[in-house]
């Protein structure tokens, strides 16, 4: 077995201080202290001067609810004024609990899609749990996907030239399980000018009672113990519900059936050194079975979370397969 990847020792002690920062201020009542996790999850503003050739932009939905999106946009220095770039709608990870659409580590990530993937990277900041839990951030999901739907492209917020018709839905942990439920929602409705080609589904956060071998193997990795998630889960879901939820267990009884379901074509990533991929690799088969165009990537080596270190060969090559997923799909 190949040993676990080397992380960057500038990473190490980020990831120390933020695991350091979630766990002192989850309480054992199932709710978290606000105050003391914003000293481990640094917060970057918007920046319409291009940052590592991307420019950024805060656009608020509704502000009684603290909904908004940050949008990224590669610089003219990287893009053509008469090409039309496509659009990511993102979604955050952190266990449905932590982190924000302004956060340092997904400024950094959305920054680095829109650059190396030359498109518009519509970064959505929903509600967390356990203040806002289910079905709550799945509401806040899809409402800026309908917010963006309706949007003047000519306001003058999008300095690029955005092609809305080419959008593609991506998250990772958490916000793979919601990019997932975002699209079953889509499925029925009406759009004017979004046309969902495809879902990015990375290391996605499902689950069930029952407990499974990675969950069991690797339920200490550095990124994502199993307690985490445990808890993550009773912060989110409803109270008196197990992991069996529909919302964890997509592939459960009670789910809606997917062979009536227009889903978009969905890339699921795993990585095998991930307490989750056992989950990933069945909601793959789950689509699979339902005759949904889908493929899985597996990089062997990743452990949960590796797409924030652009240092890993894995990070470079999820770039190169969202990018083929991509090209694809928009062909289509």
């Not at 609990?97 to 498109?119: G, I, P, Q």
Request: a neutral charge.
């Amino acid at each position: 077995m190949e040993t676990p990847p080397k992380l960057p020792w500038k990473f190490r002690i980020l990831l120390r201080l933020h695991s350091f920062g979630s766990f002192i201020s989850r309480r054992s009542n199932i709710t978290v202290n606000r105050f003391l996790i914003s000293f481990f999850d640094p917060k970057i503003p918007p920046s319409s001067k291009p940052h590592n050739g991307v420019s950024t932009h805060d656009v608020v939905l509704d502000s009684s609810r603290s909904l908004w999106f940050r949008l990224f946009f590669p610089s003219s220095s990287l893009v053509a004024n008469n090409v039309t770039l496509p659009v990511i709608v993102y979604y955050h990870g952190g266990g449905f609990v932590f982190f924000s659409a302004n956060s340092m580590a997904y400024d950094d990530l959305c920054r680095r899609l829109a650059r190396d993937l030359r498109v518009v990277v519509v970064s959505v900041n929903y509600r967390l749990s356990p203040e806002h839990p289910y079905p709550i951030p799945y509401e806040d999901g899809f409402e800026a996907l309908k917010f963006l739907d309706g949007m003047d492209l000519d306001c003058g917020v999008f300095p690029v030239n955005v092609d809305l018709s080419r959008c593609f839905l991506a998250g990772d942990s958490a916000g793979g399980n919601l990019a997932h439920h975002v699209a079953v929602r889509a499925s029925n409705y009406d759009f004017n000018k979004v046309k969902i080609k495809g879902l990015i589904a990375i290391q996605p956060l499902f689950g069930g009672e029952q407990r499974t071998n990675s969950e069991i193997h690797f339920k200490e990795s550095p990124m994502l113990t199993l307690e985490q998630t445990d808890w993550s889960w009773k912060a989110f879901l409803p109270n008196g519900s197990d992991r069996n939820h529909p919302a964890a267990h997509v592939f459960g009884a009670g789910v809606k059936d997917m062979l009536s379901t227009t889903f978009p074509a969905t890339l699921v990533i795993v990585g095998g050194r991930d307490q989750l991929q056992d989950w990933q690799k069945r909601y793959y088969k789950w689509l699979k079975e339902a005759g949904k165009e889908v493929d899985l990537v597996e990089y062997p080596n990743a452990i949960h979370g590796f797409y924030a270190v652009p240092e890993l060969k894995d990070s470079s090559l999820l770039i190169k397969d969202a990018t083929d997923f991509m090209h694809k799909h928009m062909a289509l």
